[in-house]
């Protein structure tokens, strides 16, 4: 059995609406081994999301941010999922909003489908397969949206008064300022989480370089949108950013999101 983009959708809308139970309490922030913040809300989306899965897939191997952060690396071949159940938990933890659930399916290496959910902001970004991306609104735990609610994405034409650059909130380096001025900017503007691969896809940036560390789990359901909607993302060597790196322990290299933006 394959798992199709409304089932992923499903799942993370259900999984939105209990992280947003937890939203509304006041909740506790532990630490894991490497010093990064969890809350109940990770884990009870986690929970949520494997058992949805695994239910809807059996067959599917599954790495997750918090079974992985204990050890619990699945092994896998060429089909495997990626889930971040909380990304941008610095984002939720200061109630800021822009924290999201991502669920990425990734074929030999590369993503090529994907959910990336912000139950706060309800809205929600679909990558259907490598070339159809849509979003719509949608409230934490309602019903999958109807076709006729979904707007599809395409990355807008690079704007002649130069680009606007979106760069993160909580992870902002020297590296990626240094790169910022090699390009024609005109706007830089600041998310959390893996919204930023999304607002590329749906045209509202066109350019989102990263130069720090980041989890394959982190970027591959908004690498599938950005790249369904006709971004690309590569290494800062141009090269694509592929997934299943056993080797690096899944850290990915540094990277960039391009919208319609010729690498320099």
């Known amino acids: 059995m394959s798992l199709n983009a409304e089932t992923l959708v499903r799942i993370a809308l259900d999984a939105g609406a209990l992280i947003m139970e937890v939203y509304a309490t006041d909740f506790d922030v532990d630490r894991k081994d490497d010093s990064s913040p969890v809350t109940e809300a990770d884990q009870k989306a ?27 690396i699945p092994e896998h071949e060429g089909r495997f999922a990626l889930v971040d159940p909380l990304d941008g938990t610095k984002e939720f933890i200061n109630k800021r909003g822009e924290f999201t659930v991502n669920i990425g399916i990734i074929e030999h290496g590369v993503p090529v489908m994907g959910v990336v959910y912000a139950p706060a902001l309800n ?26 609610a979904r707007k599809p994405m395409k990355i807008r034409g690079a704007p002649e008064a130069g680009l606007t650059a979106i760069a993160s909130k909580s992870h ?12 024609n900017i005109a706007e830089i503007i600041s998310a959390g989480s893996s919204l930023k691969f999304c607002l590329i896809a749906a045209g509202e940036a066109d350019l989102y370089p990263r130069h720090g560390r980041t989890m394959e789990w982190d ?17 800062v060597d141009n090269d694509p950013l592929l997934y299943g790196k056993t080797e690096r322990g ?14 320099s």
Not at 46 to 72: F, N, R, S, Y
Not at 132 to 140: C, K, M, S, V, Y
Not at 172 to 183: D, H, I, K
Not at 221 to 226: E, H, N, P, W, Y
């Open 172 to 183: 902002r380096s020297e590296e990626t300022n240094a790169f910022l001025e090699t390009q």
């Open 123 to 148: 809205r929600l970004f679909v990558a259907e397969d490598r070339f159809t991306a849509w979003q719509a609104e949608a409230e934490p735990g309602a019903e999958v949206p109807a076709s006729e």
């Open 219 to 235: 970027t591959a359901a908004g690498q599938a949108v950005a790249e369904a909607a006709g971004a690309r993302v590569t290494t």
């Open 250 to 263: 899944y850290d990915n290299p540094h990277f960039i999101v391009w919208g319609d933006v010729t690498p």
């Open 46 to 72: 986690e929970t949520l999301i494997l058992a949805a899965l695994k239910q809807a897939d059996p067959d599917l191997a599954i790495v997750a941010e918090e079974a992985a952060a204990a050890g619990d």
